[in-house]
């Protein structure tokens, strides 16, 4: 006879390190069935509804992370008092100081959990100082609520947005756990709106949140788990034993990787909450189709690219002029590139200096062209944007490696613009020039994600040299009979990319019912294949880290 085991109940409820609840947890399913089910049963109490989310959210993240959960808490009771401390207050100097309070308690409580033992190591390594690195970790989500608070202050600062006045509402925002822990990143205006609306929820509405999950799931939990454990790690982990042509591959691999970890996981959360009755705006928009690196950031994480641009490039002067934080952070920039070439690749002085010289200019390029002091401006303000961007993915030199080669591609973009002006618009619409740039676009991205995902730069540079100098067709076969799986999945990965954007919603605007027989066979197609691609070890997020 089956016995009632509380202490096993009492661990399932709690927090475990070793087993955060996930989209992909088990937990998940018993913890999202209660959550509907009341949600449903107060679905016209738009109070008790409000309340119900709120204490899911926050047990959530509770069961992602642990006591971290107060940090959410807290972030939300700060910044809702000031927000409406701002909305409320008259004089300008008072506002301005804070909005500035808002700015300094949420970057510096970033600052302090993301970037303190990288400034206490670069500390020691230029200054010999000998700190010793805090035992700190890192908060799940810290980056995406952190951002949200931002945006949410700076939108009541310029008065586009009243704040909540209901202390609930900005929790609920905040905390909203479909999105809490891997984003998309939320603007307060889109979402604060929709809480105290009816609940609604359409045929159209439940079909495309049935497509989002079941399709972010897959791509996250059979495609990239996947190719992650069978292919990636391995050569990531010593590309120096490996061949060019497999570190070629697994670079490919890890382009297929990153998109479906993310884009899936992003999907999951839109579709969550569709059934859930809000609209979250798209976050990825096949950006491997990309023309340009310009058209990437226009598909890629739009929720993060978007904000950058809102609060963190248009702020600092955008296409027009230029601040002193502009100049600053050129500076900042200047000397990272410096310390980049110094310390990485043991340039001397002189040579450092020189490639300082080569990377400034190229970003004053498009001024010099234009003779306009504003071109100069945006230039180093993109420059900024995407070095910040860089850095808030993580405390590394390789995270502001990345950062900065984008920056400087979009430079280079920006030059070639202004060189060739309407000269090649003919071509634009020629297939054969599209899928040129289209491939060079996506080249350079791949480029980009070796210093992204390498675990520091001695293997970025030693995945580099195998692709550039052992790099020979002659192990093409063995490769394919090793990794025909991986190579399988490659494809159906790229194939999924290509689907033409907005097809998916044209078909279900199209189709009247869907039977629930249909949904079932999905649904349970899916669990076959993610049965027979399980594997024991657990792959996590990759935001988890960000």
Not at 282 to 298: A, D, G, M, V
Not at 441 to 467: E, P, Y
Request: glycine share 6%.
């Amino acid at each position: 006879m089956p016995t009632f085991d509380a202490d096993a109940l009492l661990k399932q409820l709690l927090y475990n390190p070793d087993n955060p609840l996930l989209f992909n947890n088990g937990f998940f399913v018993f913890f999202f069935t209660i959550f509907m089910v009341l949600y449903y049963i107060f679905k016209n109490n738009i109070i008790a509804r409000r309340y119900i989310f709120c204490f899911f959210s926050l047990y959530f993240f509770y069961k992602a992370s642990g006591y971290f959960v107060g940090l959410v808490i807290i972030s939300a009771i700060v910044d809702f008092v000031l927000s409406n401390a701002i909305w409320r207050q008259q004089n300008k100097k008072v506002k301005l100081t804070l909005l500035l309070t808002s700015i300094v308690f949420n970057l510096g409580m970033l600052f302090y959990f993301k970037y303190t033992n990288f400034f206490i190591e670069l500390s020691n390594n230029l200054f010999h100082t000998g700190f010793n690195p805090l035992n700190i970790l890192l908060p799940v989500g810290i980056s995406f609520y952190t951002f949200e608070n931002l945006s949410y202050t700076f939108d009541v600062y310029k008065g586009e947005f009243e704040p909540a006045k209901k202390f609930s509402d900005y929790l609920l925002f905040l905390s909203f756990f479909p999105k809490l822990v891997m984003g998309p990143i939320v603007r307060a205006h889109d979402f604060v709106p929709q809480i105290n609306k009816p609940y609604r929820i359409t045929e159209h509405d439940f079909a495309k949140g049935f497509y989002l999950i079941v399709s972010g799931l897959f791509k996250k939990l059979v495609i990239s788990d996947y190719i992650t454990l069978n292919f990636v790690n391995y050569i990531f982990d010593a590309p120096e034993r490996y061949t060019g042509l497999e570190n070629l591959m697994a670079v490919y691999g890890y382009a297929v990787v990153i998109y479906c970890d993310f884009s899936g996981l992003s999907d999951v959360a839109i579709g969550i909450a569709r059934w859930l009755g809000f609209h979250i705006p798209t976050n990825f928009l096949s950006p491997y189709q990309s023309k340009s690196i310009t058209e990437f950031w226009r598909r890629w994480h739009i929720s993060l690219s978007s904000w950058l641009k809102d609060y963190l490039y248009i702020p600092l002067g955008g296409n027009k002029k230029g601040s002193i934080a502009t100049w600053l952070i050129a500076l900042l920039f200047t000397t990272g590139v410096f310390a980049a070439a110094h310390f990485l690749l043991h340039c001397s002085v002189v040579v450092s200096a020189i490639i300082c010289v080569v990377v400034l200019l190229l970003f004053l390029l498009p001024a010099i062209i234009k003779k306009e002091k504003a071109g100069m401006a945006a230039s180093l303000n993109l420059m900024a944007t995407m070095l910040l961007g860089g850095f808030w993915h993580g405390a590394s030199w390789n995270f502001i490696i990345w950062g900065s080669l984008h920056g400087i591609g979009l430079a280079i973009h920006k030059i070639w613009l202004l060189l060739t002006g309407n000269a090649l618009k003919k071509m634009n619409n020629t297939w054969w020039y599209n899928t040129i740039v289209i491939l060079i676009t996506f080249h350079f991205v791949c480029f980009c994600w070796v210093f992204f995902k390498a675990a520091d730069f001695t293997v970025a540079s030693n995945m580099l040299h195998q692709i550039t100098n052992d790099f020979t067709l002659n192990v093409w076969s063995g490769f394919v009979a090793n990794y025909w799986p991986v190579l399988l999945f490659m494809l159906l990965a790229f194939l999924l990319h290509a689907i033409p954007d907005g097809w998916i919603d044209t078909k279900i605007a199209q189709t009247t019912t869907i039977p629930l027989w249909v949904y079932l066979i999905v649904f349970f197609g899916f669990l076959s294949v993610y049965s027979l691609c399980k594997s024991a070890e657990t792959v996590l997020p990759i935001y988890l880290q960000f």
